[in-house]
């Protein structure tokens, strides 16, 4: 009898360890939707009160403002979307180029650090103490103001070739599109798919039978077949090349690489490479000396060596921190201000200025920042699946 009336008892919900959890979660996430709730509240009521209203349908008001530097077309007729979009383009300029060219210059560093050269040991060192350690603001001023406006005039421009230098920015050859580049391009992309397929196939026959089957003569041939093949069909280059003359003016023709956007890029690409090396070289090092031991032993090369078998263990490792700087210099780019570059916070700003929507512009910056870092989350997630060994 006793024993059915304890089974009869039930515990109650507030002490049952599986409903606890998810009422305390609730009053939490409660708590913070009232706080959220209280702070969008009060920015409302101070909108109204100063005569605003918390909308977006200024954006098609027109911009009656000049953008120096744009990927697009835009004139001061254009609406603040068009202006805003300028800013979303010349911020994506700077962040891809410059993740990919603090990449190579990280990965090229990071391996130096580890070079058995003492020369070249201490100057990967001295590159990296120097440069890590001084504010990204501070070295973006020393570029755009000690070294670019310090260059001579456009009229005495520093002439290496085709290539002029002055404190405008760098002039360098372009190409313009002719009537064959959309042939071209599809037979580029043809020939790097044919000749990826080829090594891939041929290194494949290689491991199965033991033989030499030289994949990378196959990959070179498998690329060089598709554009001969083009170039008979087009009979002509795939673009052509423009190249910068003087006026009266300044230069006209090829392209002109800005001081501003060649201060922040250059500064934001130095620096943010400082710690991708030191990401590269504590990945490397983390790889155990067995591994090296034992190519060794088997008479493989140095260079095979770190290709074949250290990289490819070290990548795993090195890729979640290697993420967070590829986000963070998105973000930094956020301080091209200090060099003039339009990108998306110098357009809000003077977006701001011209109509007095703080919050819209604040928002819209947030807004943007976010999607680029949760694209670049979820490409480098994916990327870092791909590498993460199989396990059976």
């Known amino acids: 009898m006793t024993k059915n009336n304890k089974q009869s008892v039930s515990t109650p919900f507030y002490r049952d360890n599986r ?46 403002f000049n953008i120096g530097e744009s990927m697009i077309e835009f004139q001061s007729t254009d609406t603040y979307l068009r202006a805003v979009l300028v ?7 700077v962040s891809v180029l410059g993740v990919i060219f603090a990449s190579i210059i990280g990965f090229i560093v990071g391996i130096a650090r580890l070079s ?4 070249v040991q201490k100057i990967a060192t001295v590159y990296i103490e120097i440069f890590r350690n001084t504010p990204l603001l501070v070295q973006i001023f020393i570029w755009y103001f000690a070294v670019f406006l310090a260059l001579p005039q456009v009229k ?28 071209w391009t599809v037979g580029i992309i043809l020939a790097i798919t044919f000749a990826i397929t080829m090594w891939t196939v041929m290194i494949k026959s290689q491991v199965k039978s033991g033989t030499r089957k030289y994949p990378s003569i196959w990959a070179i041939a498998g690329f060089i077949i598709p554009i001969i093949i083009v170039l008979l069909i087009t009979q002509q280059a795939p673009a ?13 023709g090829g392209y002109l690489i800005t001081s501003n956007f060649a201060a922040i890029f250059i500064a934001l690409t130095i620096y943010t490479a400082t710690y991708i090396a030191e990401i590269i070289r504590a990945g490397i090092m983390s790889v155990s000396k067995g591994q ?14 770190m290709r074949l078998v250290v990289l490819p263990q070290a990548i795993r490792i090195i890729i979640p921190p290697l993420t967070s700087q590829y986000l963070n210099l998105t973000k930094n780019s956020s301080l091209a201000i200090a060099a003039g570059f339009p990108d998306l916070v ?27 870092s949760i694209l670049t989350s979820i490409f480098m997630n994916i990327f870092n699946k791909k590498m993460q060994i199989v396990e059976r």
């Open 292 to 305: 090296l031991e034992a190519s060794k032993a088997l008479g493989i090369k140095g260079s095979t060596t």
């Open 87 to 93: 800013g979303i383009l010349n911020t994506l300029k």
């Open 116 to 119: 058995n050269n003492w020369l």
């Open 156 to 183: 005495e421009s520093i002439s290496i070739g085709q290539v002029h230098i002055s404190n405008k920015g760098v002039n360098i050859p372009w190409v313009n599109a002719n009537d064959g580049t959309l042939v």
């Open 346 to 372: 110098s357009v809000a700003s003077t977006i701001n200025n011209q109509t007095g929507r703080a919050v819209q512009s604040v928002v819209i910056m947030i807004i943007v920042y976010l999607i680029l």
């Open 19 to 64: 409903v606890l959890p998810i009422i305390l979660q609730l009053l939490f996430a409660i708590a913070v939707i009232g706080v959220i709730w209280y702070f969008i509240n009060n920015a409302l009521i101070g909108l109204e009160k100063l005569g605003l209203k918390l909308g977006f349908g200024f954006l098609t008001n027109i911009a009656s």
């Open 240 to 252: 052509d090349m423009e190249y910068p003359v003087m006026g009266n003016f300044g230069y006209t």
